[in-house]
């Protein structure tokens, strides 16, 4: 299964990258695999710390600004254990460890290498919201907006266009201006 979430890593020297993630996650949530395209700077921080944190949140306007690279994450994570950083607002929280990866990654031969991880220390801040029509669609909206060289800007409003009617219909505040965001984003 597939968890939308977001990952926080950090390099070398400290600097820390917030990016939207699906990792793959069985129903109990004691295995979680990461798949960070290999061009990302996921991809380097993990292979330079093999550390992570997997954050379940229902703040859509958080997923869609780390979506279109529009987020600095001064005042939204805190250290964990002196090796993570986490999320100071979500609902719950992973903090992983690399402890293989699938392929090897001087030959590049798959965009996405897989890394298994080890959950090393895990917590949960607050309740999540609940499910929102509204709040599925901008997650929807921001993993559309991050395909852009895949499918065209184009294809990628036509597809938002039914999913402004349902954050139009169902949702709040938050999940407009999140989706105002990711369309400002597609016209550049």
């Keep these: 299964m597939i968890l939308e979430s977001l990952v926080t890593t950090r390099d070398l020297a400290g600097r820390v990258n917030i990016a939207p993630m699906g990792p793959h996650v069985n129903a109990s949530l004691t ?6 395209f290999r061009s990302s700077t996921t991809f380097a921080n993990l292979r330079e710390t093999s550390s992570a944190v997997v954050h379940v949140t229902d703040d859509v306007a958080l997923l869609a600004a780390a979506a279109i690279g529009n987020l600095d994450s001064d005042g939204l994570v805190e250290t964990v254990l002196g090796r993570w950083s986490k999320l100071v607002d979500c609902c719950r929280w992973f903090a992983l460890s690399v402890t293989r990866w699938n392929d090897d990654p001087q030959l590049g031969t798959n965009p996405r290498p897989e890394a298994s991880c080890e959950i090393v220390h895990r917590g949960e801040q607050r ?14 909206a921001a993993i559309l907006a991050t395909r852009i060289d895949m499918i065209g800007r184009d294809e990628v409003r036509a597809q938002m266009e039914p999913l402004r009617i349902l954050i139009d219909k169902t949702g709040g505040v938050d999940e407009r201006r999140a989706l105002d965001s990711l369309e400002a984003f597609l016209h550049g």
Excluded at 31 to 36: G, Q, R, V
Excluded at 127 to 140: C, D, I, Q, T, Y
Aim: net charge positive.
């Design 127 to 140: 309740p999540m919201f609940g499910l929102s029509r509204a709040k599925h669609a901008v997650v929807e």
């Design 31 to 36: 295995s979680i695999t990461l798949k960070p």
